[in-house]
Structure formats: C-alpha cells, structure tokens
C-alpha cells in the first residue's frame, strides 16, 4: 500500500505554547487530546484559547476529548516546501471532532488517493519540538 | 445602514494605473510604489503635491504608509492601512471615499507593488506566524495559500457536485481576455482539457487553477466631486462599498462560503441598485475556485450552482452575460504582490471609461462591480465589494 509517509514520519514544526494553549501542549505531550470548555457557557473552544469567543469571559476547563472525528475536507498536497518536499504527496485536511470543532491537521498512514470526506479517523500524537502534534489516521 | 451616511457619488476614482512589468528585477520595492503612484496621477491630471490622503496595506515596505509617505514627499491629512490581504485595496477605496465624505481629504492616493517573482517581495501576511492561531496552522504542510484554497474546493465539490471541468471554465474565460492584453503575463488561450491536463498542485486544483506570480504594481486616485468636476478626463463615479471579515467561527469552520454574502449586499445597498444592473464584474480569481465561490456568494446564481453559471461563456466578455476580468485577471495577466484586490478595481475603471480592449470592451458599461479577496478562502478572509458607476450613473 502507498502510504502518505514512506519516507518517515511528516515533519513537525515546533510549537510555541504560551499562555493560552500551553495545557493542550503538555497533555499532546502524552498522546492525550485536551480540548479548552468555557467555564462560563460550556462551550468548546478552537483553537485552544482562555478567552471564550462565544460569551466573551475569559476562563476554561480543559477537557479529555475522544480523539475520534470525521474529514470534514482534505486535500492532497503534490508539491511541499523545504522538508515537505520529499514526503509529497500527503494529505492536509480538516477534521470535525467528535466533540464538534474543524481542526486543521494531517490524516497520515494511509494511501492519500483513498481518503474521502466522511471517513471516520482516530487521534495519533507524533513528536514535535517538546511535545507532539495532533494528526489523524484511518480508522475509529 | 443609518440613512443619509453613504458614499454615494460623494467621491470618483480619477487615475488608475497597472504597471506594465511582470518581471522587475531592477527596481525595488518603493521605486515601484512612486513610479505607480506618478502613473496614476498623471492619468488623472494631478501631482504628487495634490494629495493629501495615503493608503497602502501590508506590501508597503518599512514602517508602510509612514516610509511610503516619506519616500514619496507627500503631506498627508489622512493616512490608512488597512490591512485584509488581497481585499485591501478594494477597501481603501470605500475608506478614502468615506474621509473625502467626512471632509478629512480631498485627494487619495492607494498603491501596492511587490516582488514576488523576481524576490525582495513581501509574499503577503495572510498567514504569518504570531498569530493566537499559528500553533495549530504551522505544522500541516501548507506550501503557500493554494492547500487552503483547495479544501474550500474539495468541500464544494462534495457538497455539490462541482467539477474540475467547470472550475476550468473560469481559467479558459480570463485566458480569452488576456489574449487581447499586450502586458498579459500569460496571452494564450487555453481549453478545458488543456486545465485538466495541468499537473495537479494540490488536489482538485491544478496547476492551470492558479493564478500566475508576477512582480509589480498598481494604483488609484480617489477625489471629491469638486476636484473631480475640474479634471481633464472622465472618472468611475463611487456607488457603493461593503466589507465582510470571515473567521473560522469557534471550530464551525464553513469552507463553502466566503465574506461576500455579507460585504456584496451592503455595496449594492449603498449604491441603490441590483445585481441586474450590473454590466461587468472584476471578481478576485487566486484561483479558480475563488471566483466560483464568490459568483454564487454575491448572488449571481444559487449556492452551489456556481458551475453550471460559468458554463457556455457566462464570463466571456464582450458578449457573455456576466464578463469579468477582462485584463485577463489574476488567473493569466497579473497579480502582483500576490494581492490581486488592486488590479480588480483597475480593470473595473477601463471598462467605466470605455478604454478596455476594444475585443472584450462591455457595450454601454454603465455600473461595474470589483470584488477582492484576501486571506485564506472560507476561514480567516477579508472580503470586499465596490460598485462603481460612470459618472453620470
């Protein structure tokens, strides 16, 4: 099967947690998915921030997720820049986590001309900097 | 809309001009901003020591409008950069009309340059890192902005039943036109198969689904109707503008709509008028898929039915019933700084005066719209619409 990694894991960027995502980086860190849920309205927040933008207050908890959703869209990227190059094609897309929000990420370890918008895909944590990057593969 | 607040013929754009390079490897980044803003001043009969009004967006280099407005010598009592990608220069003009309105200038000048073929060019912010957002946007992959551009086109096409055949349409329509533009980056016509048959870049877009990457520049000059009244020659009269910023709505990202179901209404409000009335559109094409998007946003067509409007030369100018970007458009003329919003409103001007190509001049071109893009398609976008009229409109 081609894979959308044959030569090795995708690159990573290092993120820089700051004070308003640093509770999701440190629980990625474990292969866990934290999601930040307002204190105030209970809404789930994303991208990770403290200051909710549905009620405006600033505060949150932050909440085990499944780690479970569906590709909301992708794309199959043919040509990437600097170390992307080499692991061409792969596939970028938005997932829609079961929780609710669209996340951008990578859908890996799979054929990239078999995923399909619906596909049902599961968490995978792979290492970046520090901690680690939520993509997804088939599955779940 | 508070009734009696509107730019409606309270200003016109005078002077307008495109750079003629596509390439310019010998000029800096300011020498093209000052040679567009002469071009445009002299086409509209005024000097550098007439204006008193400055805009400019994110390619301007150094400190922006402060370097650009010392670099160029101006005395300036009013000064904006706005700063919404592509769209900027769409909303600069509804900004200058709305200060000459207000009494705060009498005459503005916008420009934008950029390098982005030939280096020393800003490639454009719309997706730089810093932002509260970038932790979650940097690690993907994205190989500049067509990844985004693409998953808008994955999703519209899941949703309804849009093809690469007829996003291929646009492409074959802006290239009809650039045959006629002598400073066209890309003159030759192409066919659909021929855009189908281009390399994929990031699918479903093709290599031939995107617009070209040019060096150079362009600028407009905005006045008052008593400047206006004295010129030597006939301007765009301003109807209407409306500004729409899209995010990505707390994880409900929407890849299927733009901000121009928000910022099309209010320009045609403001100007008084319906989409019937319009004789020719410049719609913001990065991609193909862009201007599909914003046909069906702006209300040319149902949502959705986007690709069965463009089909048997809807946009083909002279005589199809919507033509737009008669320059040949971002898709094969021009697209500097990688912000197409400027030359939108350029094209929108030649086509108001009737010095469009005479192959793809609209007869009786009475009201046009220009429509700029900026950002990232459906998530984290600017959008802007002008109507502009003749001046007796």
Known sequence: MTTSNPTGPLPASAPHPNPDDAPFWEAAAEDRLVLPRCTSCGTFIWYPRTFCPECRKIGVDWVEASGRGVVYSFTVTHRGAGPWAEHAPYVIAYVELDEGPRVMTNIVDVDPDRVRIGDRVTAVFQPAGDTKVLRFRPGG | ?393
């Open chain 2, 1 to 393: 809309m508070v009734h009696g607040m509107t730019i409606r013929g309270k200003a016109y754009i005078v002077g307008v001009y495109e750079h003629p390079g596509r390439e310019l490897p010998d000029l800096n980044i300011p020498q093209i901003h000052a040679e567009v803003a002469s071009g445009a001043l002299a086409d509209a009969g005024l000097g550098f020591g007439d204006v008193d009004a400055y805009l400019c967006a994110g390619d301007a280099p150094g400190f922006g409008p402060l370097s650009m407005i010392e670099y160029m010598g101006l005395k300036c009592s009013y000064v904006d950069s706005t700063e919404t990608g592509g769209s900027s220069y769409v909303c600069h003009v509804g900004h200058a009309a709305s200060a000459i309105a207000a009494g705060k200038c009498q005459v503005a000048l916008i420009t934008l340059a950029g390098k982005p073929r030939t280096g020393g060019g800003q490639p454009g912010a719309a997706r730089g890192p810093g932002g509260p957002e970038s932790n979650f946007e940097f690690s993907w992959g994205l190989s500049g902005p067509v990844g985004g551009y693409a998953l808008a086109a994955q999703r519209h096409m899941h949703e309804f039943g849009t093809t690469s055949a007829q996003l291929a349409e646009i492409k074959v329509a802006a290239s009809l036109h650039a045959q006629h533009n002598p400073n066209a980056f890309l003159r030759r016509p192409v066919t659909v198969d021929e855009v189908l048959d281009s390399p994929i870049v990031s699918s479903p877009l093709h290599r031939q689904d995107c617009c070209v990457v040019t060096d150079g520049g362009g600028a407009l000059v905005v006045v008052s109707p008593e400047v206006a009244r004295d010129l030597p020659r006939r301007g765009a009269k301003i109807l209407g503008h409306g500004e729409a910023p899209k995010h990505t709505d707390n994880g409900r990202i929407d890849l299927t709509h733009t901000g121009a179901v928000w910022s099309g209404p209010r320009a045609l409000e403001e100007a008084g008028i319906s989409l019937g009335d319009i004789d020719y559109v410049s719609i913001y094409d990065s991609f193909t898929i862009t201007v599909l998007m914003t046909l069906e946003d702006l209300g040319f067509c149902e949502k959705g039915r986007g690709g069965d409007f463009v089909r048997d030369g809807t946009l083909v100018a002279p005589h199809g019933k919507l033509p737009f970007n008669t320059d040949g458009g971002g898709l094969c003329n021009n697209h500097p700084a990688n912000r197409g919003g400027m030359t939108k409103v350029l094209e929108a001007v030649r086509q108001l005066r009737g010095e469009a190509h005479p192959a793809v001049q609209v007869p009786d071109c009475t009201i046009a719209m220009a429509h700029g893009t900026g950002g990232n398609l459906a998530t984290r976008m600017g959008s802007a619409t002008l109507v502009l009229g003749t001046e007796d409109a």
